[in-house]
């Protein structure tokens, strides 16, 4: 059973840094891209990172880029996500997702909440 | 950016009736267009792939077709599990979600 487990959330000022972590499990972790998703509350659902299966490759939308940094660890089969600078409008549940082979997101986690306030 | 527009925003229909979800895209993005389920609380689910493809474990009232850059979601015979938000998304190029359908049942 594929299983994708995000930890690492939580309330964080204005400015500071947090690190979010995925913990992948029930499939060849290697073999897949991976990505973050995010929403806001009661808002929708908004693409933040995808990585490829090296970790060679990631791409971010132009509202992160240069502030977070996707990254994975094969050998764990764990998905992370630095984020830095973090702004208030970053509030959001994050989730973790894998990417099939059409770019679908097949399997997501549970998401994690990140809170950005002073 | 590849832009999706979704309609309707909310939609309240009946047990077994039939419901259209669509998504415009705002250029040529194949089939590269998938469908999401979320329940309140939840996760968000795969519910179709490459436009027409039902994913893994999704019942067959649900499908997906294409009319060139025009896309749609129905469900037909509506079920109460079926209450939730319903997303598009396409992923041609950099990932871009629709807005959201809520659909409940009256």
């Known amino acids: 059973e594929v299983q994708l487990v995000e930890s690492g959330g939580g309330l964080v000022q204005p400015g500071r840094s947090l690190k979010l972590s995925c913990a992948a499990s029930g499939f060849t972790f290697s073999n897949y891209y991976m990505a973050w998703v995010r929403q806001a509350p009661k808002k929708g659902l908004e693409w933040v990172a995808t990585i490829s299966t090296s970790g060679s490759r990631t791409y971010y939308p132009d509202s992160v880029k240069g502030r977070f940094t996707i990254s994975r660890d094969n050998a764990k089969s764990s998905l992370y996500l630095q984020m830095n600078s973090l702004k208030s409008e970053d509030t959001a549940t994050y989730y973790c997702a894998r990417r099939d082979w059409d770019g679908s997101f097949d399997y997501w986690g549970q998401g994690v909440m990140v809170t950005v306030s002073s | ?106």
């Open chain 2, 1 to 106: 950016d590849i832009q999706m527009t979704q309609s309707p925003a909310s939609l309240s229909a009946s047990l077994e009736e039939i419901v259209t979800i669509t998504c415009q895209a705002s250029q040529d993005i194949g089939n590269y267009l998938s469908w999401y389920q979320q329940k309140l609380g939840k996760s968000p689910q795969l519910l179709i792939h490459s436009a027409t493809s039902l994913a893994d474990g999704v019942p067959s009232r649900f499908s997906g077709s294409r009319s060139g850059t025009q896309y749609s979601l129905k469900i037909n015979r509506l079920q109460v599990e079926d209450t939730g938000i319903y997303y598009c998304l396409q992923h041609y190029s950099a990932p871009t979600f629709g807005s959201g359908t809520k659909l409940e049942i009256k």
